[in-house]
């Protein structure tokens, strides 16, 4: 590691660890594990030569590293999973989200989710990303996303007794063959 990215990793840690731990435990649902998973973010991030302009970018950068090595674990552990109960044929215990940062019923609705719904829901959701970028981070379809996030949201609400309306409002093009140009409107 270069002593640029030395320092970058060390402005990191001291300015925004806790942070990126609270981000890592929305996704795990458990703080040893969500350190555990922001740590090999960070090697991984810092041992590949990447260079930051900012601190922020640097987050933003780990930030996905955490959604990535997530997704990873989750698919492993599936996996596994699977091997237990095809080796040993019985079910294999499943874990409890536990959380600081959520309200007990939220973690519980979360922790029900698939780990790629729960992932998705985080990224659009809590990470603010768009449609395009959750799904390049993941390495999943646009389609798989929206598919993804809208089974996990009405899960939520059924779980939560919410009601969740609207969704995303995308321009809508009107394409009239009497002008020449379209007219685009925002859907309402």
Known sequence: MSRDGAAMLDRL????????????????????????VLHDALVSTFSAR????????????????VASRFVDRARRRGRERA??????????????LRSDLLDADVAAALAALPPQQR??????????????????????????VKRYVSDAVATLDAALGTTTTGGERLPVTLVDSTRDTPEVRRER
């Open 13 to 36: 840690v001291a300015e925004r660890y806790g942070g990126l731990v609270a981000y890592a435990t929305v996704l795990t649902g458990d703080r040893h594990e969500a350190q555990d």
């Open 50 to 65: 990447a260079s930051f302009g900012s601190v922020p970018q640097a987050e933003a950068y780990v930030r996905r590293a």
């Open 83 to 96: 091997a237990v109960v095809r080796l040993a044929g019985r079910e294999a215990v499943s874990t409890e």
């Open 119 to 144: 992932a998705c829901v985080v990224l659009r959701h809590l990470d603010d990303l768009s449609v395009r970028d959750t799904a390049r981070l993941l390495g999943i379809s646009e389609g798989a």
